[in-house]
């Protein structure tokens, strides 16, 4: 009978030299590939006689069971080892360098971003209306009749579609959104609507689509004090300054009785303009108190409530505050503009820190 204890030493030997898939492989092949010594003294066997041949093949099959459980444990061992160095060596980063990849917040979201957080602070809440607007709504019922000059002064698009006979138009200034909101509202009312707004005007200082933001108080004591001490923080909040001359100047709106029109004092320096003190003026917005006949379109009682109201340009209020000095590149969707006048996403602008 073979020396199957000297075999078995062998079979640990063997096996205590494997490192790697390759060398088990070749283990294997020794023992029990064709020509592996455990398959050649099966072969053996049948030369043997019957009791020999049970016995010799007993110890066989036990040490081929011992080989084939070693081969086992050692492939899940050498399998495992080379799944975590690929996991370590073959790591894939799935993230983006967020300075170089990411756009930028467009100008006129930034300065929209930072009117809605000074007005939120001081209790005003954003309102919306919806761009095609009825000619009631964005004339009528804002004190502006058919025959009223500041429709023509309007250049308005007009839609197809039409409300009560009258040919929808896209809105010509954020004004309407006063009027849908004092019908779904009670007073008091504090909103500001920002926006975009159309006219048919197109040129170095006009472009066919603009932002405005309106502005709407409705109570029953707010008057042309609180309109120009809310102008005035805004104004001062927006600009970053502490100090900034303004002027109230009378004009006319059919909307607000009486109407002015806000500038404010700036000095240029180069081609750069210092907002806030020097001799020379910019327009930055049109206000007043609102005019009884609107409230009355909206069926509130001018006897009771009174308030005022203000509209300005995003546009402007961004070239001011931002140094563009071309209103159209705005729109020109240039990326190279974009990225030198945008904001960081992150940065959304707060009172509590800086605005910009
Ligand atoms: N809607 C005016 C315009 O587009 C701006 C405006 C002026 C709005 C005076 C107002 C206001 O609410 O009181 O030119």
């Known amino acids: 009978m073979q020396n199957y204890k000297d075999l078995e030493k062998n079979i640990e030997k063997d096996f205590s030299s494997v490192s790697s898939l390759e060398t088990l492989q070749e283990f294997r092949l020794s023992y029990l590939g064709k020509k ?9 066997l049948s030369s043997l006689d019957a009791d020999q041949r049970k016995e010799n093949a007993e110890q066989l099959n036990i040490l081929k069971g011992k080989i084939l459980e070693l081969i086992d444990t ?16 073959e790591k894939i980063d799935l993230t983006l360098n967020v300075e170089s990849k990411q756009g930028t917040i467009h100008p006129i979201t930034q300065v929209i971003d930072e009117v809605i957080e000074i007005f939120g602070d001081l209790d005003f809440f954003v309102a919306e209306g919806p761009e095609v607007e009825t000619d009631y709504n964005n004339f009528t019922a804002l004190n502006t009749s058919e025959n009223h000059p500041a429709r023509q002064m309007h250049d308005t698009f007009y839609v197809k579609t039409e409300t009560d006979g009258m040919p929808n138009v896209l809105r010509t200034h954020t004004s309407p959104v006063q009027i849908r909101s004092m019908l779904e509202q009670q007073p008091p009312i504090r ?13 170095q200082t006009h472009t066919p689509m603009f932002h405005q933001v309106e502005g709407l108080v409705i109570d029953e004591e707010s008057n042309m004090s609180h309109l120009k001490g809310c102008l005035e923080i805004f104004l001062k909040s927006f600009f ?13 709106f059919p ?9 404010i004092a700036y000095t240029r320096k180069g081609n750069q303009l210092i907002i806030g003190d020097g001799k020379e ?3 930055v917005l049109g206000c007043g108190m609102v005019h009884p006949n609107v409230l009355r379109n909206v069926d509130i009682n001018p006897d009771q409530f009174q308030g005022y109201a203000f509209g300005m340009g995003i546009e402007r209020l961004a070239m001011l505050k ?21 904001f960081q996403p992150l940065n959304t602008p707060s009172i509590l820190r800086d605005l910009s």
């Open 74 to 89: 050692k492939d899940n061992e050498l399998q495992e080892l080379i799944l975590n160095e690929k996991l370590e060596t």
């Open 322 to 342: 931002y140094g563009i000095s071309d209103l159209r590149t705005f729109f020109d969707n240039d990326l190279r503009w974009n990225k030198h006048y945008g």
């Open 255 to 263: 909307f607000t009785e009486p109407s002015a029109e806000v500038d």
């Open 240 to 252: 970053e300054t502490s100090e900034l001359k303004m002027r109230f100047r009378p004009s006319h």
């Open 36 to 44: 592996g010594k455990i398959s050649l003294l099966m072969k053996e």
């Open 281 to 283: 003026w910019l327009e």
């Open 191 to 203: 909103l500001i609507a920002p926006g975009k707004t159309f006219r048919c005007d197109n040129d």
